[in-house]
């Protein structure tokens, strides 16, 4: 665009840059028409990204900024369209910052590809263009085939505390790149787990890549009774990971 013009001229090129600022300025005219909201349901604002200019699927990427949805759910987030699932956050995110693992985006050239990353909160929404490369690590992605307590077969309930086995295939061989969270059944607003004052400790020399053992974490929703957990797991090296649901008692 030339000095002092106003508008764009046929044929000329709009950098993402440019992009950027026009939907910065819509939403902050859209915020300050609606005027501001209580709690997690206020305006939002995305200030950037980490890393800053561009990243690969299947990698982990940060949204910075303000009013971002926290705990965010399966719709929180969406990548030209394509929603980031639940599982692919990090328990690290916070309502400053959220971290996930990029999914899949469909069909990326080589050359990568400018995409809308688009936050909902459940009453604001805010978006900013981002470059996108193509999935460079095609790892296979992890399988569980039971959790238990160890030396305990499958099926029996874990207690906090315990030696807890994760078994399966395609885990990372090194136990604490696998990313594992935790979250417990039938309860309103549970807590993710592990908390991030408190991470998960690992027995690195009796995991392997078909078997992770951690110290089963204090989850303070099970009180009582047992209660069913369910546990994801992410290899590092693949955006899809797997599930799996056990009991857990006091």
């Known amino acids: 665009m030339s ?28 915020a300050g028409a609606a005027g501001p909201a209580p709690g997690n349901g206020g305006p939002i604002v995305i200030d950037g990204f980490e890393p800053e200019l561009e990243v690969n699927v299947g990698r982990l990427l940060a949204i910075l900024g303000s009013g971002l949805p926290f705990p965010p759910t399966a719709t929180s987030v969406t990548i030209g369209g394509f929603a980031v699932p639940q599982l692919a956050y990090l328990p690290t995110s916070t309502s400053a910052r959220l971290e996930f693992v990029v999914p899949n985006l469909g069909v990326i050239p080589q050359d990568g590809r400018d995409l809308f990353v688009r936050v909902r909160n459940g009453i604001a929404s805010a ?7 193509p999935l460079i690590d095609e790892s296979p992605a992890p399988n569980i085939t ?67 053992v951690f110290t089963m974490p ?21 955006p899809v990971g797997d599930s799996h649901e056990f009991f857990v008692f006091r």
Do not use: K, W
């Open 218 to 238: 204090d989850i303070i929703e099970i009180t009582t009774a047992a209660r069913r957990v369910r546990l994801d797991l992410r290899n590092g090296m693949n």
């Open 127 to 133: 978006q900013r263009l981002y470059h996108f490369l």
């Open 146 to 212: 039971g959790v238990h307590p160890q030396g305990q077969p499958e099926g029996t309930p874990i207690q906090i505390g315990a030696q807890t086995v994760v078994e399966g295939t395609n885990f990372a061989a090194a136990a604490a790149s696998n990313q594992i969270t935790m979250v417990p059944l039938g309860v309103s607003n549970p807590q993710t787990y592990p908390r991030p004052e408190a991470p998960l400790v690992f027995d690195t020399a009796g995991s392997n890549t078909s078997r992770v």
């Open 3 to 30: 000095n002092g013009d106003t508008h764009v001229r046929p044929g000329e090129v709009i950098s993402s840059s440019l992009i950027n600022q026009i939907l910065d300025r819509l939403a902050a005219l859209e």
